[in-house]
């Protein structure tokens, strides 16, 4: 079962079926006439939204699909929709619920990757715990990602209004406005180490 569509959803279809394996995808209305739907082995009109997991996993059992694979976006960050596949006995394509609950929080991300002795930049939940960090400072939203909830203070003037801004948009965004602040880094780079797993305990990355 794959619970994503367009695109992603295609994508992981071809990786299937080259590996033999047969596909089932879900479609809303809008989605009906789309590539990925008639690639799959099998699809299934969804009769509410990609975020509704209780449709996904009826949708799951109908078809006798035993694997879940949510791609990226939707519920593939929702560490209770992770648990739910784990609970009806059906196999996860994804990092263990655990895994995402605390790396969907940032806050707990930083805490376990210090624990870890991973370097990380110095960072408070407060003004008063930040005091020692030189400016600049970014704020960012515990929860959710895409930039929202994220203000760069430049001085200290604008800091009460930039934390009390990035709060209200974190809560309008991920109903969560858990904020913390950390230096800064100008002209910094995103990397990422890409890690596949099996259930076996074979790891590559």
């Not at 930049?121 to 005091?131: D, W």
């Amino acid at each position: 079962m794959i619970a994503n569509r367009g695109e992603i959803a295609s994508r992981i279809i071809r990786s299937a079926h080259e590996s033999n394996l047969l596909t089932v995808a879900i479609y809303s209305d809008a989605d009906k006439n789309s590539p990925y739907v008639k690639e799959a082995s099998q699809s299934v009109r969804l009769e509410s939204s990609y975020l509704d997991s209780h449709a996904i996993l009826k949708a799951t059992k109908q078809t006798n699909a035993d694997a879940i694979h949510p791609g990226y976006g939707f519920l593939s960050e929702n560490h209770e929709f992770a648990k739910l596949v784990k609970k009806e006995k059906l196999i996860w394509i994804g990092p263990p619920a655990e895994a995402v609950r605390i790396m969907g929080d940032k806050i707990e991300a930083k805490k376990h990757a210090k624990q870890a002795g991973l370097p990380i930049l110095p960072s408070g939940k407060t003004e008063k715990s930040i005091q020692n960090i030189n400016y600049p400072l970014l704020i960012k939203a515990a929860a959710g990602g895409g930039g929202k909830g994220m203000r760069i203070v430049e001085k200290k003037s604008d800091l009460k209004e930039s934390i009390k801004l990035a709060k209200l948009e974190a809560k309008n965004a991920f109903g969560d406005d858990r904020i913390f602040i950390e230096r800064y880094v100008k002209s910094s780079r995103h990397i990422e180490v890409q890690i596949l797993a099996d259930q076996y305990g074979n790891v590559i990355h």
